[in-house]
Each structure stands twice: as structure tokens, then as C-alpha cells.
């Protein structure tokens, strides 16, 4: 199988190396590193376009209004290019994400959660965490899909890319609640499976 080829720019030379390493063991990817966007530019242009790039909201080069993102998506040829930040506000990730970025990961997550984030994008979705979740959306797909307060915390950690086991162990339930749940979720969404409930769900939970 052919390595996924990932690019992390980010100004901070440790993060930008612990991450880069802590990816190409755990998911056996072929990680190249930038440290500002024009670094990343020069890397774009040399090696060609990839399969993601994590992306340093706030770093040297990062022009006002997120103009160098669109830059960035245009080099990578439209690939999944998801950000990465520390304390970005709510209103620029919600720019960026107009802009076409694929998502955003907190630097205060847990390594495993990165991954999860850039398998969810990579398989064709948003991701966005659960504290970055707007509380107003809470109501919205409650009174238009019906479901209970249980099943959208499911449908929450579906949207971020967990499996059953994993859901189980953040919400305090068994196995066999959470497939229940799904069972339901995906009955009440009129969708066939996890994937198509989470896709939905993703578009009422976003930011």
C-alpha cells in the first residue's frame, strides 16, 4: 500500500517535529515539515501536491483574512489542507473553513484525536471538535431529525470519526448502547449507515 504523504507547517520547530514523528510511526506516512508559508510553497512547488496538510493557523506568512490558505488549497490541488492551532477564535475558523479548509484541531487535543481528525478528512469529511460545536445546533437537528439528547452525543463523536468502542468509553455506555443508538440515528436520519448520519450531522454540528 502506498504511504500517505502528509506535510506539517507550523513555526514551532518542536511541535512541528514531535507531531511529524508521532505520525509517521503511528499511521506510516511519509511526513515533510515547513516552517512559515513560504517554506510550505517552496515544498508544494518541489514535491507536488498532498494527500493532506496540517496547517498553522497563526504562523509567518499567514496574511490577514486567511488569503494564504486559498493559495495553499490552489498549490495542493484542491486537497484536504486542515488546520492547526493553539487558541484560534471561533470566527476564524469559521472563515477558514468557508475558505475550503478541510477542518481544525486544537493543539490541546490528544495525539489519538489527531489522528481520528485526519482519518475523518481524509475519508471526504469536515471535522471540527466537539468544544468548537455551535450550542445553537443543539435544538436545530433535535427538532428537525427527533433525535434525543443521547443519541446527538453519539452522533457528535460519529462526526468526529470515533468507532463504537471509543464512543462507549468517552460517553460511559457499553458497546451494545452504542450500536443501539446508531441503529436509531441512522433510522431517524433515513440514511443507511454511520458514515452518511455523520456527513449529515457534520453539516448541523460544524462551527
Known sequence: MKKKKIAIADD???VREVIAMYLAA???AEVMQAGSIQELEELLEKEGSFDIILLD???????PGLEALT???ELNQNKPVMLISGNAPPGAIHEALHRGAAGYVDKSQSARSLINAINFVLAGEIYVPMSLRLNSARPSITDEKGLSPKELEVLRCLTNGLMNKEIAQTLGISEV???MHVRSICAKMNVKNRTQAAMIGSQFLMV
Open 57 to 63: 493557523l497563526v504562523m509567518p506568512g499567514m496574511k
Open 26 to 28: 503511528q499511521m506510516e
Open 177 to 179: 448502547t452504542v450500536k
Open 71 to 73: 493559495r495553499i488549497l
Open 12 to 14: 514551532h520547530i518542536l
